[in-house]
Structures are given as structure tokens and as C-alpha cells.
């Protein structure tokens, strides 16, 4: 077994926010000297909130506190198949707490939204998001699984992440980049999302977990065996010490595991 996943702690959110400001900011400058851009793949829930208080504080203006907004290029880790500007859509939840945020004249980054036209078919909506990243990662060579700079993600009171469910057929799908779901057991049930291999190759996999609501699913996927197969505990074993947790101390009061104060 590989090592274990980084658990940090914090006194509350503010604190989370600017060390994940942080983390997201070395992300930034390891995807610029790899490959001149920062890829990244955000969840939905309330992550979209905790990173738009993470990156709308202003900087220092240092140039490693600088975020290149014309050079990010942001997917989704997974989506709805609803309109974007349905209630639902993991990118509005973005663009309402983040892009539409971001101060005048600010560059804006590149934004991977489903195409809608699939709406009714979302195995076509998970065949073009796929071709999306092949675009984007596999332009010139062929690559067996993307490889993002940074892949951000929750985790739902069942250990869900992204569209990925306990005990659901997808958590075996070895091929598919993307893939669709249509009996997603938290409504709206037609999804798509990146699967397991996608996410547990990321060069950097963050969870944000805050709140009491989370103690208990952390507990079980830090604790007890049977944590490690719910589709968390599964990236937690697949990405081993690329993956960092970020929580408040709400949401760990009870876990035993090893926890960090700083990053």
C-alpha cells in the first residue's frame, strides 16, 4: 500500500480557505512549468463556495500569489444533465460563487461546459465531454488517462464523490474517461462524471469537508475498514499521499486518523 492521504485540520473555514488558496496556487505554478496552462476539474456541492472565498481574497502581489486566470482550463469532475442555468448545474453553482465574482477586467479562464444539445442522452454527453479532454490532453500524443494538475472534490454524507456512488457499477469502469449515470441515488439522476482512474491519477487531489454533518462519513472513511471502499476511501487508497483532505475541525471531531494543522 502506498502512503496514506494527507487529513488537514483547521479552527474554521476562513483558515481552510486561504491554506487551499495556497495549495491551489502551487498547483497553479507546477501546470504553468509543466505545460504552460493549469488544468483542473472541480466538483460541485458546496466546494464552489469555499473555493470562491479561497481565490477571490485579493493576493499580495507577489508573482507566486498571482492567479493567471487566462491560463486555467477548468472541467467539471462531474455534471447534471440539466441547462446551465438550472438550479442543479455544477457550473452555475461556479459561475454564481466564483466567475461572475471575479473582479473587472479580470482575463477569464477556459470553461468546459456539457454540451446540451445531449441533454436526453448522456451517454452522448459523456462520449463529447470525453472528447474534450482528449483535445486537451492528448493533442499531440496519446495518453492512456489525463493527467490534471489539480482535481478538486467533496464528499456526500454516503462517501460519494464526484457522480460516483457505494457499490455502483461505475467504480469498475476501467476505460471510459468519462461516463454517464442514469440512477444517481441523490436527484437529478442523469449525470456524468470522470471516473475512478481519472481522478486517482491527478498530480494533486484535494477534498473539501467541512461542518458537522461530515464527522460521521469521516470517520468511517479514515477509521474503519469499511471506509475504504466507498468511492472516497477508493481515491483516498488510489492517489495515497497525492491526496490532501482540507477540513474544519467540525468535521473530524471523533477521527482518530492523523490529523496536520498546516500544509
Known sequence: MGKPPNLYTFPDVATLAASLRHYV????????????AFKIAVSGGSLAKVLAQALLTPGHGRPDETIEWDKWEIFFADERAVPLDDHDSNFKLLKDDLLDKLPAGTPSPVVHTIDVQHLDDVQEMADEYEQALVRSFAAKDSVKLPVFDLILLGCGPDGHTCSLFPQHPLLREGDAWVAPIEDSPKPPP???????????????????????????ILRTIFDLEEGAGLPSGLVNEGGADRVCWFTDQAAVEGVLFPKRGNL
Do not use: E, S, Y
Open 25 to 36: 496556487l502551487g498547483a497553479q505554478a507546477d501546470g504553468l512549468k509543466r505545460h504552460g
Open 190 to 216: 442523469r449525470r456524468i462524471t470522470l471516473t475512478l482512474p481519472v481522478v486517482t491519477h491527478g498530480l494533486k487531489i484535494a477534498f473539501v469537508a467541512t461542518g458537522a454533518g461530515k464527522k460521521n
